[in-house]
């Protein structure tokens, strides 16, 4: 349902579920988020803003859950050309077959939890 919906609606519902997934980290935290999307940045400084009513609820579902949940929020616009690593990765198909754990990373996960066991 949601790949139907308007860029713009998509660009503000990431803001809200990464600031969801965030939570236990940004409670009561002020809060700047950069966007090359300038309805997001309007509709997170303005708290709406438009006549779709999807982008209006989708607004509203971040302004209540952050008066619940930050000190503030803020939004300020990054041009396109300086948001290259966000881009590349929401246009990319990552192959989730196709990773690999970092040599380092596993040796101190190893030695934090003991070597692992298959």
């Given at each position: 349902?949601?790949?139907t919906?308007?860029?713009?609606?998509?660009?503000?519902?990431?803001?809200?579920?990464?600031?969801h997934?965030?939570?236990?980290?940004i409670?009561g935290q002020?809060?700047?988020?950069?966007?090359?999307?300038?309805t997001?940045?309007?509709?997170?400084?303005?708290?709406?803003?438009?006549?779709?009513?999807?982008?209006?609820?989708?607004?509203?579902r971040?302004?209540?859950?952050?008066?619940?949940?930050?000190?503030?929020?803020r939004?300020?616009?990054?041009?396109?050309?300086?948001?290259t690593?966000p881009?590349?990765?929401?246009?990319?198909?990552?192959?989730q077959g196709?990773?690999?754990?970092?040599?380092?990373v596993?040796r101190?996960l190893?030695?934090?939890?003991g070597?692992p066991?298959?």
């Amino acid at each position: 349902e949601e790949s139907t919906k308007a860029i713009n609606w998509l660009e503000l519902r990431v803001v809200t579920l990464a600031l969801h997934d965030f939570a236990h980290m940004i409670q009561g935290q002020n809060i700047l988020i950069l966007t090359n999307n300038i309805t997001t940045k309007a509709h997170i400084n303005r708290q709406g803003g438009t006549h779709s009513i999807t982008l209006m609820q989708e607004t509203d579902r971040l302004c209540q859950w952050s008066e619940k949940n930050l000190s503030s929020i803020r939004a300020e616009h990054i041009s396109g050309s300086d948001n290259t690593q966000p881009d590349w990765l929401s246009r990319t198909t990552i192959d989730q077959g196709e990773w690999k754990l970092h040599t380092q990373v596993f040796r101190d996960l190893s030695q934090k939890f003991g070597t692992p066991e298959i």
